[in-house]
């Protein structure tokens, strides 16, 4: 059939009725829509997309959906919309579903495309293993500092290694009328038996053991790859979310040479706002994680250079072109162009 058909219906005489007579029926053919929303596409994390290449045809209008992805279009009713992602809480992969609208009654069409972001790109900085972790004698302690949070007893404390292990020191607490203190300072070890596992509910500052099994998650991990750090989760929705002010990491156990050797990562001045909770009956806690600075490189002599330092790239998009490391904030003078470099005393970037 065409866009118009032309149908005659003609009635035939009868030897009685010598008279023929006819009509004609018009149909009006409307051509189904076609939607193409584009091709897939991978992003670095945090980044607007500007929908490319999208179209359609025997359309009357578009209407942009967002499937899957906690972020927002800047015009829905266009062919060709900015993606914004949540720069707190958006998935890995976002879904975008473009309809195209038929004309006359003719159903709408439909096309999805992909945008798939990468993880955060950070770049982490450790040195060479001393030790293993080993279940039976490494010395782990935790601390950390939270202020002007409106109720510390929805928030739960985790370390994560750079395997994504997560070891549970405190957990969120699921009861109304806990305790409401804003402010919290926290020592957590995992080898001191006479300490107490924190209370979730009921938690004030002082020092606790560790309250996960930590000895099957971190057996056999490096202490000193750098990418270890802090994870809170959050349900509070109302009120002041506060700072994660300040944290300790820090390993102890005997070297190669069975000499005791710790490795501490620290930052005394975070200052880091908390991820506040979106408040949602089926909505996840909200996370908030900070990656700490190893301390303690040094060189083994005055006026030597072998302070031996190791960086890992993580998240991003894989392969990694370069290493590079510089005196100079912007690097106009390199350093070293490698992962792992023997430094000098100073500071680098």
């Known amino acids: 059939l065409t866009e118009r058909t032309y149908y005659n219906r003609k009635a035939i005489p009868t ?9 004609t029926v018009i149909v009006n053919i409307d051509p189904a829509p076609t939607a193409n929303a584009g091709n897939d596409t991978a992003l670095c994390h945090n980044t607007a997309y500007h929908v ?12 942009w959906e967002i499937l899957v992805g906690n972020g ?32 006359g009654a003719c159903i709408e069409s439909t096309d999805t495309v992909k945008i798939i972001y990468a993880s955060e790109f950070n770049v982490t900085i450790g040195k060479s293993t001393p030790f293993l972790i080993d279940s039976t004698s490494t010395h782990i302690d935790v601390a950390l500092k939270v202020s002007n949070h409106h109720f510390v007893a929805l928030l739960g404390f985790y370390l994560v290694s750079p395997l994504d292990s997560i070891v549970e020191l405190k957990r969120i607490c699921n009861l109304i009328g806990t305790s409401n203190l804003r402010d ?16 979730p509910c009921h938690m004030t500052s002082g020092r606790y053991r560790f309250e996960d099994d930590w000895k099957r998650k971190l057996h056999g991990q490096d202490p000193a790859n750098g990418n270890w750090r802090i994870m809170i989760t959050d349900t509070l929705s109302l009120g002041s979310t506060g700072t994660l002010d300040s944290a300790v990491i820090r390993f102890i156990d005997n070297n190669s040479n069975s000499q005791l050797e710790t490795v501490v990562y620290q930052d005394t001045s975070i200052n ?11 909505d996840p806690p909200a996370i908030t994680e900070y990656n700490l600075s190893i301390t303690g490189l040094a060189t083994l002599c005055y006026n030597t250079c072998d302070a031996n330092v190791i960086a890992t790239a993580i998240g991003g998009m894989p392969p990694y072109v370069s290493y590079v490391w510089s005196r100079d904030r912007d690097f106009s003078t390199v350093y070293v162009d490698n992962d792992t470099a023997d430094l000098c005393s100073g500071k680098y970037y």
């Open 184 to 199: 919290i300072s926290c020592e957590f070890y995992n080898d001191s038996l006479s300490l107490p596992i924190v209370s």
């Open 15 to 23: 030897l009685n009725f010598p008279t023929a007579y006819s009509d």
């Open 52 to 63: 490319q290449n999208a179209d359609t045809s025997e359309s009357s209008g578009v209407t």
């Open 272 to 282: 880091l706002n908390i991820n506040g909770y979106p408040g949602g009956h089926t």
């Open 72 to 103: 927002t279009l800047n015009n829905v009713n266009i062919i060709d919309p900015e993606y914004t992602p949540d720069p707190l809480n958006e998935v890995d992969t976002v879904q975008l579903v473009l309809h195209a609208l038929g004309n």
